[in-house]
T-cell receptor, first 114, second 112 residues
């Protein structure tokens, strides 16, 4: 049981390049999320998907797009990377089970844009 | 969404009880209160969740007063390994998902 898996773990991009961050969960959760975390800061929600087929903007969606490919997978795309997007990106999934809702996080993708 | 306010940092010593309070004055009727822990270079990890009164599990207790405008995470007998950032989240949790929004968190430092 892998939980939430993110790929890649590290990435260096040049300004203007594009890339897609992949996220997959094997817990059959309905909800999935993408966050970014800048050094010394809290997590900021980029996009989330309450269920397969739906996506919604979070706090900082500008410069990003997402795709909920199926129930397992939720990808984050940077169309034209900028240095301000240098950050650690976390994917998470959640479900309400047994009277509580618990979010599970991936190990993060450390992205540097030069 | 209810906004939360926590202390930016706290210091403690091994073996002490640590209480971290979170203010959420505009909490809604269907909102739950959840606490997460984050170690450096890792994603947050669920600690505890509650709606009212007191909740206890194997690692922490959560105290919620009757007006639910604040909550207190209590960590008994902390150790060096409890040094981490602790986040308080408030939101309604349904089967359709929730917009999980994190605040700035509280950096807890435990020393010998």
């Amino acid at each position: 049981n892998a939980g939430v898996t993110q790929t890649p773990k590290f990435q260096v991009l040049k300004t203007g390049q594009s890339m897609t961050l992949q996220c997959a969960q094997d817990m059959n959760h309905n909800s999935m999320y993408w966050y970014r975390q800048d050094p010394g800061m809290g997590l900021r929600l980029i996009y989330y998907s309450a269920s397969e087929g739906t996506t919604d903007k979070g706090e900082v969606p500008n410069g990003y797009n997402v795709s909920r490919l199926n129930k397992r997978e939720f990808s984050l795309r940077l169309e034209s990377a900028a240095p301000s997007q240098t950050s650690v990106y976390f994917c998470a999934s959640s479900e309400r089970l047994g009277g509580r809702t618990e979010a599970f996080f991936g190990q993060g993708t450390r992205l540097t844009v030069v | 969404l209810a906004k939360t306010t926590q202390p930016i940092s706290m210091d403690s010593y091994e073996g002490q009880e640590v209480n971290i309070t979170c203010s959420h004055n505009n909490i809604a009727t269907n909102d739950y209160i959840t606490w997460y822990q984050q170690f450096p270079s890792q994603g947050p990890r669920f600690i505890i969740q509650g709606y009212k009164t007191k909740v206890t599990n194997e690692v922490a207790s959560l105290f919620i007063p009757a007006d639910r405008k604040s909550s207190t995470l209590s960590l008994p007998r902390v150790s060096l390994s409890d040094t981490a950032v602790y986040y308080c989240l408030v939101g309604g949790f349904t089967g359709g998902g929730n917009k999980l929004t994190f605040g700035t968190g509280t950096q807890l430092k435990v020393e010998l």
